[in-house]
């Protein structure tokens, strides 16, 4: 389960690259009732999403000519220069430097061996998502990867993560935990892609998954509002009912109803 204590290796922010931010604001406020509060003049167009006061994700413009737009994951770090040399060492490589934000953290982008994209953040100021694993908020994160083992191989090299193989039918699911971390802890899971799953939609990458209180209602306003519903919902036994979405520019995520949340 995610935690606000946001302990090194954990997910600790997550942000939207938009073509269009207004338009988004008013996609993902109508779906999870978040309101956005600008960063600031000198942020280029960059703001918090926020819900009862609390801040849950981010958005801002793409950045770079081509990029397509997709949630972005960071984990906590303490040290982001080192994690950076981290990645390297591990055969992933660096899309942007460790950079200071304001006086708010530093930051870094890198992409794995298998061509996930993921970021960090090092808290000055900011320490992070202000709540988690509540309805509209981040509840868990995941890995599409053609190449399962690679993964696990470098993240854990990388974040010192724990895995746990979980064989589920025809696929094999690897529940990921923090250093440390117990059996309460998971943060997140990597799911092997295979040809069918590519062919149906679905992209290598990491996806966030926001909890909602009602599935099937969720995915009706995401497509009343513009989004495409790649796996419509379904049920998994002890887990809940989910369904992956993109949103109206095709930016993939998706939204659960947790068996423990209802």
């Known amino acids: ?10 997910p600790n922010w997550v942000d939207l690259g938009s073509p269009d931010v207004d338009a988004s604001v008013a996609f993902y406020g109508a779906l999870f009732g978040w309101q956005f509060q600008s ?24 950045m770079q000519e081509g990029a397509a737009p997709a949630w972005t994951l960071y984990f906590h770090t303490p ?13 992933g490589t660096v899309r942007f430097a460790p950079m200071d934000v304001f006086t708010e953290g530093r930051m870094a982008g890198f992409t794995d061996p298998t061509g996930a994209e993921f970021a960090v953040w090092q808290p000055i100021e900011n320490q ?21 083992d690679t993964a696990k191989t470098f993240y854990r090299s990388v974040f010192g993560w ?44 990491w996806r966030p998954y926001f909890e909602v209180a009602d599935c099937d209602a969720a995915v009706a306003v995401a497509k009343e509002k513009g989004g495409q519903v790649v796996a419509p919902p379904a049920d998994l036994a002890g887990v809940g009912r989910m369904a992956a979405l993109t949103d109206p520019f095709g930016a ?9 949340a209802g």
């Open 39 to 62: 960063a600031g003049p000198d942020a280029g167009g960059y703001g918090m999403f926020t819900l009862d006061g609390k801040t849950v994700a981010a958005v801002g413009p793409l």
């Open 162 to 205: 724990q895995t746990q193989d979980m064989p589920m039918e025809g696929f094999t699911y690897t529940v990921v935990v923090p250093a440390g971390g117990g059996e309460d802890a998971g943060q997140g899971g990597i799911m092997g892609v295979n040809d069918e799953l590519r062919e149906s939609g679905w992209k290598p990458g």
């Open 79 to 91: 040290d982001a220069d080192a994690t950076a040399k981290s990645v390297e060492q591990a055969g």
């Open 128 to 148: 992070g998502l202000e709540a988690v694993n509540d309805p509209n908020t981040l509840c868990w994160t995941e890995l599409h990867t053609a190449a399962p």
């Open 252 to 260: 993939p995520f998706s939204v659960i109803t947790s068996a423990a």
């Open 1 to 10: 389960m995610l935690s606000t204590s946001h302990v090194p290796g954990s």
